[in-house]
Structures are given as structure tokens and as C-alpha cells.
């Protein structure tokens, strides 16, 4: 018999002959994945021997990682937030800098609901909205909020589907629709909505993508006319129209297209404030409808 431990340093050994970055890190997740530990339970699990059922998962899980799959794909799951996400390759895989995007539209629902009162339900909508991060930890986090979930391909649309059934009773007012951004929408939203939030593609070339992302993640959801900023203009236009009095639209982007899109929005908008990501850097906007104060 052989423990955990040593399959993990034979793992790491694996993946660096195959030139995988951080090779330990993705060897002890995969440990992690195949014994169903955490990583609290981790420390007691790796003294303890293997069974052929979980080392063949294993085996499986390493090979596929030292083909290069991202780990997030291998683990068939990756955090975000409060969240455990089904991610695959159908859709991104959720990142750091969305989580402030997240939290950005979290503060601007809110704000409507403090400015709205008890007697009204303010109603979120994530565009585009992939493994459903953003939106799913919108109704976690805020319970009772009505949340619309749409995406234009039908594949990640199942994903949000899963991730919606994980969520049980949280989920209750979550409503998933397939179309093109506002397109998705039933017309009775028109002027109802609290905030629009969106992670749009935004990458004006393939080859301005790391080979891990332009190989396995779906691009789609990355590449954009325009030098990367045709959705996003087209939310920035669309986006008035449906949100309420009090409303805010809330984007990601790259920090290169921060300064273009926040000119574009100040024409349409009262406010325009910059999202900064955990490396300083600025990262999307929040643009507030007209009559209002920057918060």
C-alpha cells in the first residue's frame, strides 16, 4: 500500500517533469479532490493509505493537469466568494478580480435598496453571466433578491444551471434566460432594474491571452471587436434604459480599457467611479444613473 503523502510528492514530481507551474499546489488540491478531504482534514488524510477506487481518480486527475488542462477544470470546481462553482470548460473559470466586480454590484444593490425602502425588492441582473458567479453570490448574499441570469450560449447556461441547483432554497428568486445581453430580458424590466453587473469578453486579440487561457477556456466569452470594448460600449448604451431612477451599471474590463469606457459612460451617466482590483489596479466601472451622488 502507498499513502497519500507519497502519492502527492510522486504527483508534484510528475508535474514538474511536465512543466506545470506551481506543481505542489496543484498536487495537493488534486490529493484533496480524490480523498473528499479539506484542508483541514488534509493533515490526518495523507498519512492514510490509498484505495484503487480514489487512486485511480487520482491518476486521472494528474494526467489531465499534466496535459496542461487548468487545475480549476481538473477539480471540476473552484471557489468564488461564498460560492463552490461547477466550473468546465464551457465556461470561465472564475477569477479574484470578478470577486470585486461581485462586491461592487453588492454595494450598489444596497445602496437602491436603502434609497428604494422595504416595500421593493430591487432586481439584479447579470449579463453574460457564465458559471453564474456573480449573479448566484448576489442571491447568497443577499437573500430575496430577484436575480436574472442570462448568457448567450446555451452550454454555459447549463453550467448556471447547476450552480443555481447547488444553491437550494438561496436561490428561490433566481431566473435564468438565454439570449444576447439585453436581448435576454423580458420587456417588463424595461426601467426596473436596481443594477445591470456584467463580466463581458474584453480581449481585443487571441494573442494577447496566456496559452493556458487561449488553449481550454471558451472564447467566446474572452474575444471582443473593436479593440475588446464592443460589449462593453453596447452595455454602457443599452444599460440606461432598463435600470431604475436610482440604478448603476457595473462592468468588468481590462485596466488598458478603464479610461475609454468610463468617458464612454460619463455621457450616459451622472457618476462614473473606477472598481480597483486586490493588485491595485482599476478594473471596471460603476456608473450611476442621472441625478444621483459618487458614493
Known sequence: MVTWRELVTEAEGRLTAAGVPDAAVSARWIGRQATGADATDWAEVEQSDATERRLASFDAMVARRCDGEPLQYVLGAWGFRRLDLLVDRRVLIPRPETEMVAEAALAELDRVAATEGPAQRPVVADLGTGSGAIGLSVALERPGTPVWLTDASADALAVARANLAGLGTAGGRVTLAHGDWFDALPIDLVGSLAVVVANPPYVAD?????????????????????????????????????LLGEGALVLEMAPDQVEAVAARAAERFATVD???DLAERPRGIVARRPGLAST
Open 206 to 242: 487571441r494573442n494577447d491571452l496566456e496559452a493556458q487561457v487561449a488553449d481550454w477556456e471558451p472564447l467566446s466569452a474572452l474575444l471582443a471587436d473593436d479593440r475588446g470594448l464592443a460589449h462593453l460600449f453596447h452595455l454602457v448604451d443599452g444599460a440606461p434604459g432598463w
Open 274 to 276: 473606477t472598481i480597483i
